[in-house]
């Protein structure tokens, strides 16, 4: 998932079984990726967590188990997001947007 100035981009990543079923980037052809809702109480974590760390721009990493509590991985103040299609232009814009305002 990408943040950018409070605006959040979660997007699921699907691996199927195989080389990417344990690291994505062993063979990122065979990912498919769809938009999510994340539970409100995940996006107040989150929110909170990038307030206290001053953070405008992340990527996170969360993994899901099947019960469906969802679990932080890793924060990345300067992680890539315009690998993934779906989300490229929308963060584009969001991050355009800021840039543009010059604050927040």
Known sequence: MTTVAGKLFPVAIHAPDGPARLDWRRDSSSLTHTPVDLPHDVI??????????????????????SDGT???????????????????????????????????
């Not at 967590?49 to 899901?64: H, P, R, S």
């Not at 690998?83 to 814009?93: A, G, K, P, Y």
């Open 44 to 65: 107040r974590g989150i929110h909170t967590m990038l307030g206290g760390l001053g953070l405008v721009y992340a990527a996170l990493d969360l993994i899901v188990d």
């Open 70 to 104: 969802h679990y932080l991985i890793d924060v990345n103040p300067g992680g890539q997001w315009a690998w993934i299609d779906l989300t490229r232009e929308s963060i584009t814009h969001a991050l355009a947007d800021l840039l543009e305002k010059g604050t927040l």
